[in-house]
């Protein structure tokens, strides 16, 4: 039997329905209290935007819309046919590649045990699960043990491209969690041909003017919990990818890549990391 939806956070239910109603996912992935969030969020966004000034759907959808086209050029280019989608949530990404490219791309969505029981339950009550697609159990923070990403990473094909996708998830972590994470998806990914990780992050220069601070305040308060700022710039995040495993990394700023589609207010707090190994 899975938990409640109640032990989801409200961020997971806001940006669910986010996806829903800008067209990037499916009913059967968005909650009652993710509508809710968004409708009663919805009059502040619309002033925010109509000021200028940054929005949660700004940055939500920049991201995820750039994650999404760096991926499907890696599966295009034959880099990647293998993905793991850590802390999935109520993403729509896994159901929206496996229908787009079928038995071609080997699909693993994870996240915390009550979450993908949840996710799971959703996508198989509405045939949404395609062969090839698999949600389970996954403990980000784990070295070892059945829920660590390095036992998950042992039932792939070791002769496929394969990816690791983040995207929410390292803000809510201290700076070591992070660098802990990096090591750990560049190790597992130095067990394939070619590895890439993808994940947005958002960096302490880019949020350091007043609409900037007021709106990470109001966000920290959403969260009812800190949101980690762990690099001063792109050139410590690089640094420290690199010295991650990555030997291949960049950052991406989504008002400057059209693959994001239309750019809100709220774009600019965000990036996107592609990094590679192999």
């Given at each position: 039997m899975a938990r409640s939806s109640e032990a989801i956070s409200p961020t997971?239910?806001?940006?669910?329905?986010?996806?829903?109603?800008?067209?990037?996912?499916?009913?059967?992935?968005?909650?009652?209290?993710?509508?809710?969030?968004?409708?009663?969020?919805?009059?502040?966004?619309?002033?925010?935007?109509?000021?200028g000034k940054p929005t949660v759907d700004?940055?939500?959808?920049?991201?995820?819309?750039?994650?999404?086209?760096?991926?499907?050029?890696?599966?295009?280019?034959?880099?990647?046919?293998?993905?793991?989608?850590?802390a999935a949530g109520f993403s729509p990404r896994g159901w929206d590649f496996k229908r787009r490219h079928g038995r071609r791309l080997r699909y693993i969505e994870a996240d915390l045990?009550?979450?993908?029981?949840?996710?799971?339950?959703?996508?198989?009550r509405n045939g949404l699960l395609l062969p090839g697609h698999r949600v389970q159990p996954l403990d980000a923070l784990a070295d070892l043990g059945p829920l660590s990403l390095s036992a998950l990473a042992d039932r792939l094909d070791p002769a496929?491209?394969?990816a690791i996708v983040t995207e929410g998830l390292l803000n809510y972590f201290d700076r070591d969690a992070v660098l802990g994470m990096w090591r750990r998806f560049a190790g597992v990914l130095s067990r394939f041909p070619q590895g890439l990780y993808l994940s947005d992050l958002h960096l302490a220069n880019d949020n350091r003017g007043t609409s900037?601070?007021?709106f990470g305040k109001l966000l920290q308060a959403f969260v009812r919990g800190r949101v980690h700022l762990h690099f001063p710039d792109a050139g410590e995040a690089l640094a420290q990818l690199r010295e991650a495993g990555f030997p291949e990394a960049r950052l991406h700023d989504p008002r400057?890549?059209?693959?994001?589609?239309?750019?809100?207010?709220?774009?600019?707090?965000?990036?996107?990391?592609e990094a590679r190994r192999g």
């Open positions: 997971a239910h806001y940006t669910g329905y986010a996806w829903f109603h800008h067209g990037l996912s499916h009913q059967a992935l968005v909650t009652p209290q993710g509508r809710l969030l968004f409708n009663a969020l919805k009059p502040w966004s619309l002033l925010a935007q109509s000021r700004g940055f939500l959808l920049a991201r995820h819309r750039l994650i999404d086209a760096l991926l499907e050029q890696a599966i295009a280019e034959g880099r990647v046919t293998q993905v793991i989608e850590i045990p009550h979450m993908a029981e949840w996710k799971l339950q959703r996508l198989e496929q491209g394969t900037q601070r007021v400057q890549e059209p693959q994001a589609g239309r750019i809100l207010p709220g774009a600019e707090l965000v990036r996107v990391i």
